[in-house]
């Protein structure tokens, strides 16, 4: 299951750049396009995530990396959904940064998930 979520991660966060620069470009309808399979992304990648927690037994620092990788998902909805209306971004994106490492730290550090 962790390849998987590797896989999806990794997926995400190629459709998430994809939609964002497609959105400065002022493409419509391919960020639109991209946008919804991105958010189909979100589905997997939260799923996958949740196996890992429960392959943890909901042990303590893979609960806080789950609550951290959800605040990551919520800054890249909101950077591109904001992005579309003209609204601000420039929270969110620090939020983005902040998060992305926190969720790094703790997969990689303190849970040790590069062991394959």
């Known amino acids: ?31 639109t396009i991209t946008h919804m399979v991105l958010r189909i992304f979100y589905i997997l990648t939260v799923a996958s995530g949740m196996f890992l927690v429960v392959g943890y037994n909901f042990w303590g620092p893979s609960l806080v990396k789950a609550v951290v990788a959800l605040w990551l998902i919520f800054s890249m909805e909101m950077i591109l959904v904001r992005g579309v209306k003209g609204k601000t971004i420039w929270a969110f994106w620090l939020q983005f ?19 394959l």
């Open 1 to 31: 299951m962790l390849h998987a979520h590797y896989t999806a991660w990794g997926l995400t966060l190629i459709l998430f750049m994809s939609s964002y620069f497609l959105m400065r470009a002022g493409k419509g309808k391919g960020q």
């Open 97 to 115: 940064l902040f998060a992305f490492m926190l969720v790094f730290f703790y997969g990689y550090y303190v849970l040790h998930l590069y062991q």
